[in-house]
């Protein structure tokens, strides 16, 4: 794969899936502009590798619902980078909690974050493309978003809006040569799952086929390829990276 001579945007790049994706576009030759929200040490560090594998990188701290800083960043990344024709949407969060105890808030924020969030980016970017006929979009969603998942209606609920937005904005963009697509993840090894307690690692390796958790990388490297040209006839589908454990 290559994506050499793209610039591309990242949403939630300093950690997790998104850094190792926005590491990946930059191993692949692309100049790559990041969000995140209070890590940082983490995105310093980041930028410092980005900039090791010679690509030029740009770092943004906000808060990806907010409309406003959204529309900003884009026009901050258009201009510096001259073009933009990769947006990743990642950024993402959970509040978890049964239906009969979720609180207004939680819902909210998860809502806010997870899908307005895509929508914020994908406004903004969506012009751009539109004129230069060209462009591609990827949305990383989550298995939860296809199957429900207990104790999170809200996360699930957001993560199935973002199916449908793909779906409705591939089907917007593809008379202007965008490809728009969604990334599913099961359990991914972040972070954030290697302090969870050890009953969650069970259940969910009881779901994969493949017996093991997903790494970040193995998404980065199905984000890249719906970043390049070999994913050129590939548009409104969702691509499932969970070793089975949606089947």
């Known amino acids: ?18 850094r190792s994706i926005t590491v990946e576009f930059a191993k692949l ?51 510096k980078f001259g073009r933009i024709d990769v947006l990743v949407n990642n950024a993402g969060l959970n509040q978890d909690g049964v239906i009969w105890k979720m609180e207004e808030e939680k819902w909210d924020q998860v809502l806010d974050v997870n899908l307005k969030g895509y929508f914020n980016f994908i406004r903004h970017v969506a012009p751009l493309m539109k004129e230069q006929k060209s462009g591609k979009i990827i949305n990383v969603t989550s298995i939860n978003g296809l199957r429900g998942k207990f104790g999170q209606s809200n996360y699930s609920a957001s993560k ?3 199916i449908g937005l793909t779906k409705a904005v591939a089907r917007e963009l593809g008379a202007f040569n965008v490809n728009v697509n969604a990334v599913a993840p099961g359990l991914i090894e972040t972070d954030m799952m290697r302090d969870a307690p050890p009953s969650v690692k069970e259940a969910a390796l009881n779901e994969i086929l493949l017996k093991r958790l997903g790494k970040p990388e193995e998404v980065a490297w199905a984000v890249a390829f719906l970043a390049s040209d070999l994913s050129r006839h590939v548009t409104g589908d969702v691509l499932n990276v969970s070793g089975g454990q949606y089947l």
Do not use: P
């Open 1 to 18: 794969m290559d994506l050499k001579g793209r610039n591309a945007i990242v949403t939630g790049g300093s950690m997790g899936i998104g």
């Open 29 to 79: 030759g692309a100049d790559v502009a990041f969000t995140y929200r209070k890590h940082e040490d983490e995105a310093a560090a980041l930028c410092r590798e980005v900039e090791g594998l010679g690509r030029r990188v740009l770092s943004y701290k906000l808060d990806v619902s907010s409309f406003a800083a959204a529309r900003d960043m884009v026009a901050d990344v258009a201009a």
């Open 160 to 162: 199935a809006g973002i």
